[in-house]
C-alpha cells in the first residue's frame, strides 16, 4: 500500500515557477513508475507527466514540454514536478499518481494523492 501527499501548490503570475513534491509512505516506492495529471474545471483530467521507476526515463504531454520537468529521489521517496513558464492554461488540481496498470500516460493508476491546486493569473 502507498499513500501519496501532494505539496507545493499555489497562485503565481504568468511567467513564474513552481515546484509540486509528491511525498509516498511504503517501502515499496522505489519499484513504481509515477505520473503527474491535472484536472482544470469543467474539464477531464489530463496526462503531464510521467517518471520511471529509477527515475532514468521521463515523459511529458506536449503542453508541457521544455517547461516542465519531473525527477524523483527514492531515497527521500519523493517526486517532484519543476514548472516554469507557467501560464493561465496551466491552472488546474494536480495530482500524482503511483504504480500505472498499463503506461504512465493511462491515468489507471493503483494510487493516487488528494491533489494541490495550481493558479496561474494572468
Known amino acids: 500500500q502507498v499513500q501519496l501527499v501532494e505539496s507545493g501548490g499555489g497562485l503565481v503570475q504568468t511567467g513564474e515557477s513552481l515546484r509540486l513534491s509528491c511525498a509516498a509512505s511504503?517501502?515499496?516506492?522505489?519499484?513504481?513508475?509515477m505520473g503527474w495529471f491535472r484536472q482544470a474545471p469543467g474539464k477531464e483530467r489530463e496526462f503531464v507527466a510521467g517518471?520511471?521507476?529509477?527515475?532514468?526515463?521521463?515523459y511529458y504531454a506536449d503542453s508541457v514540454k521544455g517547461r516542465f520537468t519531473g525527477s524523483r529521489d527514492n531515497a527521500k521517496n519523493t517526486m517532484y514536478l519543476q514548472m516554469n513558464s507557467l501560464n493561465p492554461e496551466d491552472t488546474a488540481v494536480y495530482y500524482c499518481?503511483?504504480?500505472?496498470?498499463?503506461?504512465?500516460?493511462?491515468?489507471?493508476?493503483?494510487?493516487w494523492g488528494q491533489g494541490t491546486q495550481v493558479t496561474v493569473s494572468s
Open positions: 517518471i520511471s521507476w529509477s527515475g532514468s526515463n521521463t
Open positions: 511504503g517501502r515499496t516506492f522505489s519499484i513504481y513508475a
Open positions: 499518481a503511483a504504480n500505472p496498470r498499463h503506461n504512465v500516460y493511462s491515468d489507471e493508476y493503483d494510487y
